[in-house]
């Protein structure tokens, strides 16, 4: 249970840093108006809050972060900005979230 937890709050950072960076971006590069930019601000600080959540220490954390977000982005692109991922962003990925199997839930001896 505590892994799925964990699990989850990567995906809530990753949502909130990736969705955050959104707004932001579209305040500042398309136009959109400042409300863009300062919702993004709020979820980036939600971002900031949600990793304290996680049982393992800060290095560890944000190290498997590194690979969730790495996976969460490609995601984003596709869904959202329409951009197919290749074969080559699907193995990275995967090894991504290996790496994030090994810092984060390999056991410790």
Known sequence: METLKS?????????????GGYLVWLWLREGKPLAHGLAGALV???YGIIPTL?????????????????VLSILWGWKV???????F???GGCIALVGVAVIMYWPRV
């Open 81 to 87: 900005d329409g951009i197919d991922p290749d074969r």
């Open 54 to 70: 996680q049982p393992a220490h800060f290095g560890r954390v944000y190290a498997a972060y590194g690979g969730v977000f790495v």
């Open 44 to 46: 980036l600080v939600l």
């Open 89 to 91: 962003d699907i193995i």
């Open 7 to 19: 699990i989850g709050y990567f995906l809530l950072a990753g949502l909130c840093e990736i969705g």
